[in-house]
C-alpha cells in the first residue's frame, strides 16, 4: 500500500520560510518522479516543483523559481520543500505527488506541472503566510 506522508507546513509572516517533508512508503521511492503541489480555491492546483528521486532533474513553476528548493532523501525516503522569502501568495495546501513508474509521459521538462500525471498522492500540510 502506497503512502505519503507530508509535514512541515504552519503560520509565518511574508519573508519567512519553512521547509516541507514528504515520506513515501510502498513502492520504489529512488525510482519515482516525484513533485510537489499546491491547491487554493482561487487557483485551482498550481505545480510548484518536480524531483526524479533516481538523478538530478529538477524543475520549478515559475512563481516559486529562486526561493523555493526540492531535494531528495533516498535513505530516508523522503522528498523535501525548503521555501524561504514567502509571500502571502504562496498560501496554499501543498500537496505531494508521486508516479512510480519506468517513463513520465511527454517532454517531463514541461509536463511535470500535470497532476494528472501522478498516480500517490498525500494529504497535504496548509501554509499560511500573512502579511
Known amino acids: 500500500q502506497v503512502q505519503l506522508l507530508e509535514s512541515g507546513g504552519g503560520s509565518v509572516e511574508t519573508g519567512g520560510s519553512l521547509t516541507l517533508s514528504c515520506t513515501g512508503s510502498g513502492y520504489t521511492f529512488s525510482r519515482a518522479y516525484m513533485a510537489w503541489f499546491r491547491q487554493t480555491p482561487e487557483k485551482g492546483r498550481e505545480g510548484v516543483a518536480y524531483?526524479?528521486?533516481?538523478?538530478?532533474?529538477?524543475f520549478y513553476g515559475d512563481s516559486v523559481a529562486g526561493r523555493f528548493t526540492i531535494s531528495v532523501d533516498n535513505a530516508r525516503n523522503t522528498l523535501y520543500l525548503s521555501m524561504n522569502s514567502l509571500k502571502p501568495e504562496d498560501s496554499a495546501m501543498y500537496y505531494c505527488?508521486?508516479?512510480?513508474?519506468?517513463?513520465?509521459?511527454?517532454?517531463?521538462?514541461?509536463?511535470?506541472?500535470?497532476?494528472?500525471?501522478?498516480?500517490?498522492w498525500g494529504q497535504g500540510t496548509q501554509v499560511t503566510v500573512s502579511s
Open positions: 505527488a508521486a508516479r512510480a513508474t519506468r517513463t513520465f509521459p511527454g517532454a517531463v521538462a514541461t509536463t511535470w506541472r500535470d497532476s494528472s500525471h501522478y498516480t500517490y
Open positions: 524531483a526524479y528521486t533516481g538523478g538530478r532533474s529538477k
